[in-house]
């Protein structure tokens, strides 16, 4: 087909768009949209070139079709796979299984299958996936698996109404979406199901007659609408901080490609012109490359510096992709495109490269290839470490999949029919179990944990998580009365990761923002109103727990870090260097966690509640530990694992026995 620079200049800007939102770049909070603009041109390529073929010739050339898929995909692809797995295996051997099954799965086109099945709420983080971005690339080989004969299939039927056919379809994409979201969000994500709309929107302005809009200057003004909707779109996230993700909301990016595309903004329109600078055009060259290689390299300079990129190393790593997308263009896009045949010698390489990723992979994956461990703990207990939960049903902490299993399946500590203690709060309270369960068998304590995941232990306060009522924390609130008549505890522990709710947002990676009211208005989204509503809403729940007669304390947070700290921990113990090196420095920490810290102080003093902080125990002049009794204490960026759990508990034992007593 003609090869149009307005396209060439739209993959330019969805590539730029990805880049900076990984990288964290202000403004570009909604810039994870590059990926849905991305899957209107495939849609719109792929289908012009299988359309035509099919007017002309009556039918599709299958095996033409998939060698040129073949020698466009996999040569590059392949390539980065091999190099960015052997570089991250060799640097953080202790996770070579996942990386082994991150590889696996990219190789074999089911990278978005792997992560939208990753629902536990400790799942990996995104930063720690090396090859996360491979999801997107997967959906687009399962479309250009299944359309072509899709619609070689289906091309008598509609074709003398290809406009109705292509609306309805894109019309009963769009509702199993909106369906499969409602079902599951992260699903609707990652899976083709909840993406093709999206294609098939590319595919129907293919398919629609270039003759459909009979007015040319509706079609001359399309490319601006469509700019000025994705302009929009992107202004909303910015305003809001963040977006959900439903097919609803992303119309506007969709459609707004679709007119960009449709409308074939030539080089006299403002959008065109814009499309055809040569930074943009250069972009769209190297644009595939560029997304295959700038993820794995802000992975692993994340992993190894315990912290998310930030200021000029952003700078440097976007210009080392730029520089190594150059490389691969030239090196291997380019002259794979150049092959015309599938020879015998050509298909046995690609096969060849093929197989040996999936053998890396497994190899990996199954420990068949060893990894002289770069420290003696570290690599052989840490991931065990890392991995390890209690004894409790996990429904004890309940999550919208596992509800609450009663009391008595959550007790834990010295065996009694007297409840003692009750941990309320969020998943830190469920961090604490380990160490709680220490304590009670120490002095003779029966203890039961009622926690819900992102949920305060507070009650008469909205919290709004993807500016919906956060449902989890609503049935929390609305049973704790009847879990304390039945527990009958004589000491309230109240702990929370205090500090995520008092900033609105994760430290260091901005998510998905939590806001609290008074009331059931989303609108007041005011950071000090939400932090007033949170210290009025904990301290009414304390005094109204006191009036009940139950002793009552605030366990505050540990040192949270924005990423783990695992992989940068094990590399500097192993070259004998500073821990203290990884994370973010000590002033950014306490920064994050001064706030909440005073809060819970003022909450303390105006009702009386002890107030236990662990984090003075924790951190020193320089650094926080993350090493205690020479063992490794997180399990992700902010929980504890187990020996965390139980090492700083010890640590606090004496302010907590003063406290119960």
Known sequence: MEFRRDIHGLRGVSVLLVILF????????????????????????????????IINNGSIRLRDFYWRRVKRILPAALFWLIVFSIIAVVLFPQRMQQFGLELLAAASAVSNILYGLRTDYFALTSEENLFLNYWSLAVEEQFYLLWPLGLALMFPVF??????????????????????WNISSLNNFYHLTGRAWELMMGAAIAIIPATALKWHRVKAIMPDIGATLIVCFMGLAMWQGSITVAPWTMTLVVIGAAFIIFGDAGSQSFVGKALDTKPLQG??????????????????????????????????????????????????????????????????????????????????????????????????????????????????????????PGIDLCRFGAASNQT????????????????????????????????????????????????????????????IFHILDEASP?????????????????????????????RNNINNKDLDMSRSAIEQGLHDFTISLQDKGYTVILLGQV???????????????????????????????????????????????????????????????????????????????????????????????????????
């Open 159 to 180: 074709k003398s109404r290809p406009v109705c056919f292509a609306l309805s379809v894109v019309a009963l994409l769009f509702g199993l979406s909106i369906i499969q």
């Open 559 to 661: 040192p949270e870090y924005g990423t783990p700290q695992i992989d940068c921990v094990t590399n500097k113990m192993a070259s004998k260097q500073s821990i203290s090196e990884c994370g973010p420095d000590i002033q950014a920490l306490k920064t994050r966690l001064q706030p909440s810290i005073d809060m819970l102080d003022r909450v303390s003093q105006s009702t009386g509640a002890a107030f236990i902080d662990p984090s003075r125990y924790m951190c020193e002049a320089s650094h926080c530990e993350t090493i205690l009794d020479g063992r490794y204490i997180y399990r992700d960026s902010n929980h504890l694992n187990l020996h965390g759990s139980k090492a700083v508990s010890q640590l606090i034992e004496g302010e907590l026995l003063e406290a119960v007593q």
């Open 22 to 53: 990984h990288a964290g770049a202000p403004l570009f909070e909604g810039g994870f949209i590059g990926v849905d603009i991305f899957f209107v041109i495939s849609g719109y390529l792929i289908t012009s070139i299988l359309y035509k073929e």
């Open 420 to 479: 003692d203690i009750i941990l309320l709060g969020d998943s830190h309270a469920d961090h604490w179990v380990a160490g709680l369960e220490q304590f009670s068998n120490r002095h003779n304590l029966n203890s039961v944990m009622y926690s819900a995941n992102s949920t305060l232990p507070i009650l008469d306060v909205y919290q709004f998580t993807k500016d919906a009522v956060w449902i989890t924390g609503q049935e929390w609130q609305a049973d």
């Open 283 to 404: 972009l769209g060259t190297i644009s595939y490359s560029l997304y295959l290689i700038h993820w794995p390299i802000f992975v692993i300079d994340t992993l190894y510096l315990g912290r998310p990129i930030a200021g000029w190393e952003v700078v440097g790593l976007v210009l080392l992709s730029i520089g190594l997308a150059v490389l691969s263009y030239v090196c291997i896009e380019a002259p794979a495109r150049r092959i015309k045949t599938a020879s015998k010698r050509i298909i046995l390489i690609i096969v060849g490269a093929w197989l040996l990723t999936l053998a890396l992979g497994a190899g990996f994956y199954t420990g068949a290839f060893k990894m002289r461990p770069p420290a003696p703990y570290i690599a052989s207990e840490v991931l065990a470490d890392v991995k390890a939960r209690h004894d409790l049903p996990k429904g004890c902490m309940m999550t919208k999949a596992n509800p609450y």
């Open 490 to 518: 004589k000491t309230i522990v109240l702990a929370a990761r205090w500090s995520i709710y008092f900033d609105t947002e994760q430290f260091l990676r901005p998510n998905t923002a939590r806001w609290y009211t008074s």
